[in-house]
């Protein structure tokens, strides 16, 4: 059981290639941290870092309290699950799980113990006696996670574990993994770039760009108050519709106006933008997929709701909803409506936006006005 | 001759199975093994014994027999008497035959791929020892280098590689020097890279879970005939070096895939000199800070952009410029315009490049 704490860690390659930038996160003992963004912007780079596979250019690495930058990664108890894994193919399962022991010279009585205690956990102790051709893809998934649990480390570190499974297999092994960690209770850091995988596992999610946090939070919290246009962007999936509006500042209420649509902003919102000095501005108005009625289809009052016109440009079934893809102001947006919904393509539609769930971001520095 | 410890593993195992103990001398009475049960023979005894010309002699209650090696011969004893010891000393004797013929066989193969990388081989007597060590010549191979930081001499990286990369699958391992293991990978066809890069990306990353070590791994092209393999080895030397150049970021680099690094390392020294001195003169900016390199990448990489660019280093578009100009002033080229920055991004390249040779001292 371990907690981490990474102060100001920055990483930049001899070439001048900057990997991560003034990283700062405080990991406490049993969490399932997340780090998720697109590639390149430096969560492998991190992780490897923290398992002293690279080294830290500048700032401090501390487990449990003790500063690691220079201990060697074979001495830091930390056992890591890649993307890349293989299966040693002429050992059977048990070998397959006590090699990495044994080339550690530990006593075989005690990677024996080891061994079948991790095979418990992953439920493979039927499977000890089969060679890899013999298991199913999540079989060996499993086993390749086993190699890890038998060292019985302090953190376990994850880098797209999931990535080279279908998608079936994929949400499959989202849940075992979740359950072990439950069982096991240990500190995980988990690297994905799979927003879906992020929001389901994690007990906090890191979402990085650039080699740059931009917000460390719980998935709730950053699905719900992102603090940028980008966590906005990245987190959900489809992801959040972001059109141009202009602030309009009457006393101590504002709109803002999308597409000659006038959008009442409620008291808080409308504070922030009065308080920002957005009067007249041009702002980025963000509203995600299901804040958006088909008001044929559901009740939205529609003195409060603002409503827009489109027609239907493609619309995809998906059993439980249907999303229906249009514009407004030449700007693509997508609306997760009801399945029971009539609407075609080619139709025109009238859309209701929720203004409570209205964000708002500022369009030169990208960052939140309100939430 | 195989390891004691082999030897050992072997006799143990058979005396589990059979009850009969096992001791190991060479021809002069010295011990070299014995099972946890056996007591070695008097060494007068066993020195006689191994000048006579008889294969097999009963002394006491313990049968000796020899294991006749190229080099040597060794004695072995058997505790007990009677046929079925008899027969299991002769059983423990073949056993340990075969085990110095498979373990000769590994080191010869093994010094034949070293020599042959190194163009060590006659063409003639490539196909000729080959043929002897039964290793298939027209199979499509590669060589994947993998160099590993900070090796440590038990040979954790190669007794994992060695189980990934096995002979069953057509694939040996070998090494020319203490710090990298060479990998002669067999792929289905010639143009499979994405089994190679597969396979490079696979070494890598269980070095680095398995036995966490520090690994990078870089390939050469694939060759359909064995005689060719040096060229592959060369290949992947060579990517290995542009990548630590040029690609520090990267773990696994290809031959095929070296980009303007591959042009830049292969110009000579003193012409990469003239090339800075042409661009900077005398003020060579060797050592850019951080922040100013930092600039200047995100720049290009944001082709040229300052808006995009102020925006992506969360920097006011004015201190973007500053930065501009103070470089401009210092090195007289401004990045804003496509010729200077293209010049600038191959200079701090060729620099790489110089600093890279220095620390080999060329």
């Not at chain 1, 095979?119 to 493979?124: E, F, M, R, V």
């Not at chain 1, 000659?260 to 957005?278: F, M, N, P, S, T």
């Not at chain 2, 082709?303 to 201190?319: A, Q």
């Amino acid at each position: 059981m371990a907690s981490l704490s990474l102060e100001h860690v920055c990483k930049t390659y001899p070439n001048g290639f900057k990997a991560v930038k003034d990283f700062n996160l405080e990991i406490k003992d049993k969490e399932f941290i997340i780090f998720v963004g697109p590639s390149g912007c430096g969560k492998s780079t991190t992780l490897r870092m923290i398992a002293g596979l690279e080294d830290i250019t500048s700032g401090t690495l501390k487990i449990d309290g003790k500063v690691v930058n220079d201990v060697e990664p074979k001495d830091r108890d930390i056992a890591m699950v890649f993307q890349n894994y293989a299966l040693y193919p002429h050992m059977t399962v048990y070998d397959n799980m006590a090699f990495g022991l044994k080339l550690r010279k530990v006593p075989k009585d005690q990677i024996d113990k080891m061994v079948k205690e991790a095979a418990k956990i992953l439920d493979l102790t039927q499977l000890l006696d089969r060679k890899p051709k013999a298991l199913s893809g999540g079989q060996r998934q499993r086993v390749a996670m086993g190699r890890a649990i038998v060292r019985n480390p302090k953190v376990f570190l994850m880098d797209e574990p999931l990535s080279n499974l279908d998608a079936k297999l994929r949400v499959q092994m989202r849940s075992e993994i979740a359950k072990l960690h439950q069982r096991l209770g240990t500190t995980i850091i988990y690297v994905t770039h799979d927003q879906t995988e992020a929001m389901t596992l994690g007990t906090r999610i890191v979402v990085m760009k650039d080699g740059v946090v931009q917000q460390v939070d719980t998935p709730q919290h950053l699905y719900d108050d992102p603090c940028n246009l980008f966590v906005a962007g990245f987190m959900g999936s489809p992801q959040m519709n972001f059109v141009d509006g202009v602030i309009k500042v009457n006393g101590d209420k504002a709109v803002v106006t999308v597409a000659g649509v006038d959008i009442r902003l409620e008291d808080e919102k409308a504070k922030a933008v009065i308080d920002g000095g957005y009067d007249g501005k041009t702002v980025t108005v963000g509203i995600r997929p299901e804040n958006i009625a088909d008001l044929a289809e559901e009740d939205m009052p529609e003195a409060d709701s603002p409503v827009f016109s489109a027609k239907i440009n493609v619309r995809e079934l998906l059993g439980a909803e249907v999303f229906l893809y249009f514009d407004i102001a030449d700007t693509p947006f997508i609306a997760r409506v009801n399945p029971r919904t009539t609407a075609q393509v080619g139709d025109t539609v009238r859309f209701a936006f929720d203004t409570k769930k209205i964000h708002l971001f500022d369009k030169e520095t990208e960052k939140t006005i309100a939430n | 001759m195989v390891s004691t410890q082999i030897i050992k593993n072997c006799l143990e195992e058979l005396t589990s199975i059979t009850k009969v103990e096992f001791c190991i001398q060479d021809a002069s009475g010295a011990l070299f093994t014995e099972t946890s049960g056996a007591q070695a023979t008097d060494a007068d005894i066993v020195a006689n014994f191994a000048d006579s010309t008889v294969d097999s002699q009963i002394i006491g209650d313990s049968y000796l027999l020899k294991i006749d090696d190229e080099e040597m011969t060794y004695i072995l004893t058997a505790i007990g008497t009677g046929e079925y010891t008899l027969m299991i000393a002769k059983v423990a004797v073949s056993e340990i035959r075969n085990l110095m013929t498979a373990y000769k066989e590994k080191y010869d193969r093994n010094n034949f791929f070293q020599n042959l990388l190194l163009d060590n081989l006659l063409l003639v007597d490539i196909h000729n020892r080959a043929k002897k060590l039964h290793i298939d010549v027209q199979v499509p191979r590669a060589i994947i280098l993998v160099e590993i930081e900070n090796n440590e001499s038990d040979n954790i990286a190669g007794d994992l590689l060695g189980s990934i990369f096995t002979p069953h699958n057509g694939d040996y391992l070998t090494e020319v020097d203490e710090n990298s293991i060479i990998v002669i990978k067999a792929v289905r066809n010639e143009d499979d890279y994405e089994e190679l890069n597969k396979a490079a990306t696979v070494a890598v990353d269980m070095l680095n879970t398995e036995a966490m070590l520090k690994v990078r791994a870089a390939y050469g092209t694939i060759v359909s005939d064995l005689k060719n393999l040096s060229k592959s080895y060369k290949e992947a030397k060579m990517a290995m070096d542009v990548g630590k150049i040029f690609y520090a970021e990267k773990r696994v680099m290809s031959y095929n895939e070296l980009g303007i690094g591959r042009l830049i390392y292969q110009l000579p020294s003193n012409l990469c000199n003239v090339f800075i001195h042409e661009i900077f003169g005398d003020n060579i900016p060797y050592d850019l800070d951080n922040e100013t390199l930092n600039t200047i990448n995100a720049f290009l990489d944001n082709n040229l952009n300052v808006s995009e660019t102020s925006r992506k280093l969360f920097i006011h578009r004015n201190t973007l410029v500053y930065r501009i100009e103070k470089l401009q002033k210092s090195t007289g080229l401004d990045i804003r315009n496509f010729e200077d920055a293209m010049l600038f991004r191959i200079s701090l390249m060729v620099m790489n490049y110089l600093k890279y040779l220095d620390s080999k001292d060329y």
